[in-house]
């Protein structure tokens, strides 16, 4: 049973920084790639990064390259994404999802993901 446990959303100001967490057990990530995406109110998915266990760490969208780092999480099976220079566009929950052996393209189809984690830019 694959099962995910997502933490470090919350409220921050514009400009703020958040670090989420993503620990994810019943899959071996040597065969898994691990990701984040996000979806907005009324918007479509959107793929953030992720990391395959042949190719690295990857992102999707220019907007946050640079403001968004993807490692791996000093315990096994973590994936963070720290966050900086958040605007009020990135409010959205946030997920973490796996993908058999590779990351999905556009990062958003995942064969498996969890129950999200709220982030809320505003002042």
């Known amino acids: 049973q694959v099962q995910f446990v997502e933490s470090g959303g919350g409220l921050v100001q514009p400009g703020g920084s958040l670090n989420l967490s993503c620990t994810v057990s019943?899959?071996?990530?040597?065969?898994?790639?691990i990701g984040w995406f996000r979806q907005a109110p009324g918007k479509d998915q959107e793929g953030i990064s992720c990391?395959?266990?042949?190719?690295?760490?990857?992102y999707y969208t220019d907007s946050m390259k640079g403001r968004f780092t993807a490692s791996s999480g000093n315990a096994k099976n973590t994936l963070d994404l720290q966050m900086n220079s958040l605007r009020p566009e990135d409010t959205a929950v946030y997920y973490c999802?796996?993908?058999?052996?590779?990351?999905?393209?556009?990062?958003?189809?995942?064969?498996?993901w969890g129950q999200g984690t709220q982030v809320t830019v505003s002042e």
């Open positions: 999802g796996v993908e058999a052996y590779k990351c999905p393209r556009g990062g958003i189809v995942y064969d498996y």
């Open positions: 019943g899959v071996d990530l040597s065969y898994y790639a």
């Open positions: 990391l395959s266990p042949t190719l690295g760490i990857s």
